[in-house]
T-cell receptor, first 113, second 113 residues
């Protein structure tokens, strides 16, 4: 049973465009939703995270949109750059950020110059 | 800070052999996590420790897998005997404490032939 479903599996965007990655979850007890960025040969690194008491969080070019009623959240990368090319994972956990993370299967983003 | 250190970075072994993966968490972190990453199943939590004590090992796939944390600065994940389906990238992550983000190591790529 996959508790966090992520789409698309891969995404190609032109430089300067907007990259959008979507995730859906099933367990309404989840209350912490981070996004991780992974470059080849490296471990995942926290990019941005949100809790369900807000509908949007923005950090620089990265924005998380959260829809509690639909049990969905998404990552938007504005003005995408070739350096953003990486695999992005959404995750969810219970009990705040103390809980174990359940990851989506990842989206491989390629930003073309 | 050197970050989470994992060794070896690559391991190639034959089916039936014992494999030991090693992790040194960031100094001062009191939680340690072992993950497995495959194309088919994505990132899966295998086991995590709080203050060197195993808290949840429900993700350990079989009795062939075992993990130890003899002290705050060292952990091992052992597979005995190894099988080709164990081929994956194994990540170790550590966390300063509850409510903090997880910091991932660079991973160990294991190939079992």
């Amino acid at each position: 049973q996959q508790q966090v479903k992520q789409s698309p599996q891969s995404l190609i965007v032109q430089k300067g465009g907007i990259s959008i990655i979507n995730c859906a979850y099933e367990n309404t007890a989840f209350d912490y939703f981070p996004w991780y960025q992974q470059f080849p040969g490296k471990g995942p690194a926290l990019l941005i995270a949100i809790r369900p008491d807000v509908s949007e969080k923005k950090e620089g070019r990265f924005t998380i949109s959260f829809n509690k009623s639909a049990k969905q959240f998404s990552l938007h990368i504005m003005d995408s750059q070739p350096g953003d090319s990486a695999t992005y994972f959404c995750a969810a956990s219970m009990g705040g950020s103390q809980g174990n993370l359940i990851f989506g299967k990842g989206t491989k983003l390629s930003v073309k110059p | 800070d050197a970050g989470v250190i994992q060794s070896p970075r690559h391991e190639v072994t034959e089916m039936g052999q014992e494999v030991t993966l090693r992790c040194k968490p960031i100094s001062g972190h009191n939680s340690l996590f072992w993950y497995r990453q495959t194309m088919m199943r994505g990132l899966e939590l295998l086991i995590y420790f709080n203050n060197n004590v195993p808290i949840d090992d429900s993700g350990m796939p079989e009795d062939r897998f075992s993990a130890k944390m003899p002290n705050a600065s060292f952990s091992t994940l052992k597979i005995q005997p190894s099988e080709p389906r164990d081929s994956a990238v194994y990540f170790c992550a550590s966390r300063p404490g509850p409510g903090d983000e997880q910091y991932f190591g660079p991973g160990t790529r294991l190939t079992v032939t």
